[in-house]
């Protein structure tokens, strides 16, 4: 059973990384209708989110086939085969297969009502038979409780020890009938809610399922709420479905895994680094700039780290580079995609608190290029007191070539970004077109480099449609987290403490700042745009605080989540990479002065909150 289940969503897979290509090429070539021959069309625009909608879904369980649902796995890396054998049947069992039959259920009801009402798109030209799309929603799900099956089958044979799984199974049910009986809470329910969130997080389990899977257990032992409250869950996703901001997600992902396979990162390591390895912390100085370019070029975290930590780290080590400057340069470099556009986070952050995606990709740039100023700094002065730590390396060549080699790989590049970043700041295409065209341009580069080839499209759309389920599964849970929380009385309680025990808006600032900061060291930024900051939209609205500021200053707290230690992803992306060739001590005590950095980059934008809008508002 689990061979054929694997194997079905193994094709669906594939299909799903076709239609990423597709979506791509479709928007494009809508955008140059439109703004060429002034040629457009409702249809295609709805065939276009459409696409994005069956990617997303039906790579739900294609994600869980290949454990790209990401989790906190600190704790989770060290357990045995069979402890996380057991850990992923319960995650099965009792979050993610209760949640998706409650999910069916209605799903089945809103396909059907629209089936009977002849539901159509309101749009003039607009696509009929509305109810196919909402029976995505559906099947979809239908393919992830199959794939969990599947996941419980793989797991169940892992598993040696048959006693202690049953021992574990029967205490899970002994708290569930426990926590069913009609009790008074010892403890508000919001804080218990919290409290098992955290515990499951830690424990290591996926993210996506704790959040949904907490959720309909609050729901069902609550005399508060029922059932009832979670009954619009299908119609919300459905709302996400047709978020066109939201499209561009996988659109800026599959850029960047296209320009990240043709090993364009690796040519501008070795082109920086011979230009800037002359002087002391040059090496690192290059790193920098490389990873400046990759953030405004691809945007993924995990890819630029990887890559630079393959590459860059043992020629560092090689000429002598402290471990510490090495692995905090790489770690702090790679993660300038979180704030310098195309940032998914600023996607993200733009749908959330309801903002233009454009405005705050200008607002991100003086950010990005103040961190980018200050790590350069901060190595040239570190490598100027310690000489030891980062020493100058002879340069062979003549300097002309290495410069005019340099700015032959660098252009193809800045071009790109020029394009993509242009069109946008400029009002030409909405970030989604520009991210189209982003997707054919970095084809063309790839062409260009004579280095197009069916691997590097099969890698490309299949990872986009397994990071693409896994950004909006942890949505839906958060969704779904956020409509329980908020009939717990979550947001009432939030406003109450920050519009009356604290009271103004420097306040608010400062312990939202912390908060999100303190959450940085434990859960990703994915799960604290989702349910964290709907909790503090409102307040913001309430205190009069500019919301396009404000989220530039959660884009660069989110930033650091990445480094802080233990759960920063960007440390574990590096020591996955590096291997032994450097301790998970020497990763920790690199990244410490970076994180200084950021923090002094966030009171410099909070200090002087203009600076933002040096581009235009």
């Known amino acids: 059973m689990s061979y054929y289940i694997d194997t079905l969503t193994k094709k669906i897979g594939f299909f799903t990384a076709i239609l990423a290509i597709a979506l791509a090429l479709l928007i494009g070539y809508d955008a140059m209708m439109r703004y060429l021959f002034s040629e457009g069309s409702i249809a295609l625009q709805e065939v276009e989110w459409h696409l994005f909608d069956i990617v997303f879904l039906f790579g739900l369980s ?96 892992k598993i040696k020890s048959k006693k202690r799984f049953y021992t574990v199974l029967g205490a899970i049910f002994l708290f569930i009938g426990f926590s069913s009986l009609d009790l008074p809470f010892l403890i508000d329910p919001l804080w218990l809610m919290f409290l098992l969130t955290l515990l499951l997080l830690l424990t290591g389990f996926q993210v996506a399922f704790v959040f949904a899977g907490v959720a309909l257990f609050f729901a069902l032992i609550s005399d508060e709420l029922g059932l009832n409250v979670l009954a619009m869950l299908p119609s919300r996703v459905y709302g996400i479905m047709q978020n066109v901001t939201l499209m561009a997600v996988p659109l800026f992902i599959l850029m960047g895994l296209i320009l990240e396979k043709s090993r364009m990162a690796e040519d501008l390591l070795l082109s920086m680094g011979k230009l800037f390895g002359g002087i002391r912390g040059g090496l690192a100085i290059s790193v920098v700039v490389v990873g400046a370019i990759l953030a405004a070029s691809t945007g993924i975290v995990g890819a630029s780290v990887v890559m630079m930590s393959l590459i860059a780290l043992p020629l560092m080590l090689k000429h002598n580079y402290s471990p510490e400057l090495a692995t905090g340069a790489i770690s702090a470099s790679g993660t300038l995609g979180q704030i310098i556009p195309p940032s998914i986070v600023l996607i993200v952050l733009g749908d959330q608190m309801h903002l233009s995606v454009g405005d705050l990709f200008k607002a991100a ?22 000489k030891e730590v980062a020493p100058a390396i002879p340069q062979d060549e003549p300097y002309g070539k290495i410069l005019r080699d340099a700015i032959r790989v660098i252009t193809p590049p800045l071009i790109l970004i020029g394009a993509v970043l242009g069109s946008i700041f400029m009002g030409i295409a909405s970030p989604t077109e520009s991210a189209a065209i982003g997707v054919i341009g970095a084809f063309i580069l790839a062409i260009y480099q004579k280095r197009f080839n069916f691997e590097l499209v099969r890698y490309a759309s299949i990872e986009t449609v397994k990071l693409t389920a896994m950004i909006f599964m942890i949505l839906i849970g958060a969704t779904a987290f956020s409509l329980i929380f908020n009939e717990l009385g979550g947001q009432d309680m939030a406003m109450e403490f920050f519009a009356n025990d604290m009271g103004s808006a420097w306040s608010f600032i400062l312990i939202s700042m912390l908060v999100i900061f303190l959450l940085g060291f434990f859960i990703d930024f994915i799960e604290i745009a989702f349910v964290v900051v709907p909790i503090l939209v409102p307040i913001m609205h309430t205190l009069g605080i500019d919301p396009v500021w404000f989220a530039i200053l959660i884009a660069l707290n989110l930033q650091a989540s990445f480094l802080t230690p233990p759960f920063g992803f960007a440390l574990f992306y590096l020591k996955g990479a590096a291997g032994d060739k450097v301790t998970t001590g020497q990763i920790y005590k690199g990244v410490v002065p970076f994180i200084g950095l950021q923090i002094v980059a966030l009171l410099i934008i909070v200090l002087f909150p203009n600076l933002i809008y040096i581009f235009g508002k």
Do not use: C, W
């Open 365 to 386: 740039v003086v950010p990005g290029l103040l961190l980018i100023v200050l790590y350069i700094l901060y190595i040239l002065i570190f490598a100027y007191f310690n």
């Open 62 to 157: 294609y994600a869980l086939k290949h454990d790209k649902h990401v989790r906190v796995d600190i704790l989770f890396t060290n357990f045995s085969k069979e402890t996380k054998a057991i850990i992923q049947i319960v995650s099965m069992l009792f979050l993610l297969i209760p949640f998706s039959l409650f999910f069916l259920n209605g799903a089945f009801d809103l396909t059907m009502q629209s089936y009977l009402q002849n539901d159509v798109s309101p749009d003039p030209g607009g696509l009929p038979y509305r109810f196919v799309i909402k029976g995505v929603m559906f099947l979809a799900f239908v393919l992830l409780v199959l794939q969990a099956i599947s996941e419980i089958i793989k797991a169940y044979a």
